[in-house]
Structures are given as structure tokens and as C-alpha cells.
């Protein structure tokens, strides 16, 4: 699988426990404790899917995803929210999230969320290099 995912979340055991449970199930793990350090990670790295925590203190998750897909908008990101924040997690999903899980979540259900979302994002880059394909096919008249 090896499917590259960055974990983001200020809660620094659950991250870690979470990490060594995916690493284990061969995907690569990268953390950030904050939105902030979410983005610059983002920004200088390759990221398949970001795993995102709904309620952070500083850049929230809301405010994290709406950068992250400004900045790379084929990263596909699974919301995590804790009870009572449902609704913002389907705000999320309006911003364009894969999906979103509650905390506690199955590790189980979400590397089989992982593995759908890094399904999607390899479906979207293979749709736009066939694209630019056929475009440079029809402009040289190949």
C-alpha cells in the first residue's frame, strides 16, 4: 500500500498510538500537532491523505482543510471529530473532504478510508495526465 498520510491532530498520544497502528499496516506516517504546521508540512512534502482533527486550538480543522485544498487540492483529507461536532465535520465535507470518522475511531474503518481516499486521488492524477495526453496529441496532430 504505502500510501503516504500525514496525521494532524494537537492531541500528541493519540497521534502517535494512531501512527504506529497505520505504519503497521505499511503506510507512511508524518504528524503535525497543529493546522499550521499542517500546511508548511504540506507545502514541502508529497501527502496522499491527510487524517485532520476537527477541533484544534489556533488554525482549526476547518480553516486547515480550506488551505490544504487551496494549496493541493487533489490531497484528499478524512475529517476526525470528537461528539457534538458532527455538523462541523459535514461543513467539511462541503469544503471538499473525503469523508470524516468520530473519535474514537476503528482502525480498521479508517485505513479502509485511507485506502478509498488514496484510490480517488490516484483516479484524479491518472484522469488529468490522460488529459494533458490527448491534448498534447491533438495539438501536434499525432
Known amino acids: 500500500m504505502n500510501i503516504r498520510v500525514l496525521l494532524v491532530d494537537d492531541e ?13 499496516r505499511n503506510c507512511h506516517v508524518e504528524s503535525a500537532f497543529n493546522g499550521d504546521d499542517a500546511i508548511e508540512f504540506i507545502n514541502a512534502h508529497e501527502v496522499d491523505v ?3 482533527d476537527v477541533l484544534m486550538p ?10 490544504i485544498k487551496r494549496i493541493k487540492p487533489l490531497v484528499e483529507v478524512i475529517m476526525l471529530t ?12 462541503k469544503l471538499g473532504a473525503y469523508d470524516y470518522l468520530m ?6 474503518e479508517l485505513v479502509d478510508k485511507i485506502t478509498k481516499a488514496h484510490q480517488r486521488k490516484k483516479d484524479q ?3 488529468i495526465r ?3 495526453v490527448d491534448r498534447l496529441v ?4 499525432w
Open 50 to 52: 491527510v487524517v485532520l
Open 82 to 93: 470528537g461528539h457534538g461536532t458532527v455538523e462541523t465535520a459535514i461543513q467539511g465535507m
Open 58 to 67: 489556533g488554525r482549526d480543522g476547518i480553516e486547515t482543510l480550506r488551505e
Open 103 to 108: 473519535k474514537p475511531t476503528d482502525t480498521t
Open 130 to 132: 490522460q488529459a494533458e
Open 12 to 24: 500528541e498520544q493519540f497521534v502517535e498510538v494512531l501512527a504506529q497502528r497505520l505504519q503497521a
Open 138 to 141: 491533438k495539438t501536434r496532430g
Open 125 to 127: 492524477e491518472d484522469r
